[in-house]
Nanobody, 119 residues
Framework: QVQLVESGGGLVQPGGSLRLSCVAS????????MGWYRQAPGKQRELVAA???????NYGDSVKGRFTISRDNAKNTVHLQMNSLKPEDTAVYYC?????????????WGQGTQVIVSS
């Protein structure tokens, strides 16, 4: 089993920055993708950013140029640096890990951390 623990959410003013972190523990397969999704009230959960264990990154269109994802494979940690935050970035942010076994995948989710962008 895999556990994901997120940290770093909070309240920030528009234009401000926050850094989210997620630490994974347990039986983690070497080939995997770690990333962040978010869900605002009344909306579907959407991809924010993800990075593979090989370093390939993918961003949602709404955060390109403002958010940066990074990971430390040795520590099974992924970070999301969020700059130039906007009120529409307000959401619960969830960490996700996908183990890729080739013929199947296994998905794990964190509990979520709230981000509120408001003046």
């Amino acid at each position: 089993q895999v556990q994901l623990v997120e940290s770093g959410g909070g309240l920030v003013q528009p234009g401000g920055s926050l850094r989210l972190s997620c630490v994974a523990s347990g039986s983690i397969f070497a080939i995997n993708t770690m990333g962040w999704y978010r869900q605002a009230p009344g909306k579907q959960r959407e991809l924010v950013a993800a990075v593979t264990s090989g370093g390939i990154k993918n961003y949602g269109d709404s955060v390109k140029g403002r958010f940066t994802i990074s990971r430390d494979n040795a520590k099974n940690t992924v970070h999301l640096q969020m700059n130039s935050l906007k009120p529409e970035d307000t959401a619960v942010y969830y960490c996700k890990l996908v183990d890729d076994f080739g013929d199947r995948t296994a998905d794990y989710w964190g509990q979520g951390t709230q981000v509120i962008v408001s003046s």
